[in-house]
C-alpha cells in the first residue's frame, strides 16, 4: 500500500494530489480495496447507515452513527468538511459523540465518496450551502446541530445565517470567514519561518516552480507548524488526501495556500454573522491557520458566540488534542442542545 505522509504529501503536491485517486463508494469497500491496516478499520466502525442523497449537480454520499439516539429525541449533528474538495475522513474523531446522538457526516459534491460531475458550475457557495438542507430533508431531521471545519466553516456559517428553522447551535471549528484575513493571518504566518524556508518561497513563487521539492519542502515546514502538528500525519487524515479533489480545490481557491486567486479570493461573511441566531462555539488551535485573533474577531460579531482556543494544536485540532476537543464539543452542546 502506498502511504502518504506529511513529508512526501506536498512532494506530490496539494494541487496534483487533488488531481488525485479514483473513489469507491461505501466505507467498507474503500477500506478494503485501500488494504488499510486493522487500526484504521477499528476506528472507521462501519456507519450504520450510509447511502446517497439528490443535490444539485448529483448526489452526495452519507454515513450516520448513532441512529439509536432519535428514539430518545437527542438533537443530531451534522459534520461539514473543509477544502474545497477535501472528505469527510479527517474529522472521523466526531464519530465519538455518536455514544449520545446521532453523528451524520457527508461528502460535498466532487469531493470523497460523492459524485464527481466535474462541472465548475456547481462550484458556488450556495449551492454548496444547500446541501445542508438537502441532508436534512432526506434523513427527516427537524432539529439539527451544525459542525463546520475550515471551509466547512464557510459552509456552516453561510447557512446559519440563513437561520433556518430547527438549527439549535452552530460549532464554528477553525473557519474561513474572510478571505483577506486569512492571507494576512498566514502571511504573518509566514514571515516567522526560518530565513531559508521564507527565501525558498518566495524564489519558486517568483519563477512559477512551486512544483519543485524545494519548494514543497519549505510549504511542509508552514503544515507541519499550522496545519497539523503530528509526526507522523494520523491516518484519517491521509486518507481524505488520497481523494482530495484537484480541479475543485484550485478553481475555489487557488494553486497555493498563501494566495487566493480562485473564486474565494474575496470571499467575505463578517458583515453577515450578527444574523446568527443560534448559540455558537468557535474553536480554533493555539497555532492555526485560522488564527485565535480572527476567532475571537469573528465572535465578537457573532450574537451568543464563545472561542475555545485548543493548546498545542493548530487547524486540525480534534486529531491533535482529540481528547480535549471531543470533551469541548460535548459540554458545549450539553449547555445548549437542550436535549440531555
Known sequence: MYKIT????????????????????????????LGLRA????????????????????RIWYRLNGGRHFAAGKTPLIVIHGGPGMSHHYLLPLVDLADERPVIFYDQLDSGHSDRPNDP????????????????????????????????????????????KGLVALVLSSPLLNTERWIADNTEYRRQLPEDVQQALDKHEAAGTIDSAEYQDAVMVF???????????PDELNRTFEVFSGDLYVTMWGNTEF???????????????SRIQVPT????????????GACKDFAGLTPNAEVKIIPNASHTAFLEQRELYITTIREFFARVAQDA
Open 6 to 33: 506529511r513529508r512526501n504529501m506536498y512532494k506530490i503536491t496539494r494541487r496534483k494530489m487533488l488531481q488525485g485517486a479514483g473513489v469507491v463508494a461505501g466505507t467498507g469497500l474503500f477500506i478494503r480495496s
Open 39 to 58: 487500526a484504521w478499520a477499528d476506528f472507521v466502525r462501519e456507519p450504520e447507515r450510509a447511502g446517497y442523497i439528490p443535490v444539485t449537480g448529483g
Open 121 to 164: 458550475a456547481n462550484w458556488v457557495v450556495e449551492r454548496f450551502v444547500s446541501e445542508v438542507d438537502a441532508v436534512r430533508e432526506a434523513l427527516g431531521l427537524d432539529r439539527v446541530l451544525v459542525f463546520g471545519n475550515s471551509w466547512g466553516g464557510s459552509v456552516a456559517a453561510e447557512y446559519a445565517i440563513t437561520q433556518p
Open 223 to 233: 503544515y507541519n507548524r499550522h496545519f497539523n502538528r503530528m509526526d507522523p500525519w
Open 259 to 273: 494566495n487566493a486567486t480562485g473564486t474565494l479570493k474575496g470571499y467575505d461573511s463578517t458583515g453577515r454573522l
Open 281 to 292: 462555539l468557535y474553536t480554533c488551535g493555539e497555532f492555526d491557520e485560522a488564527t485565535p
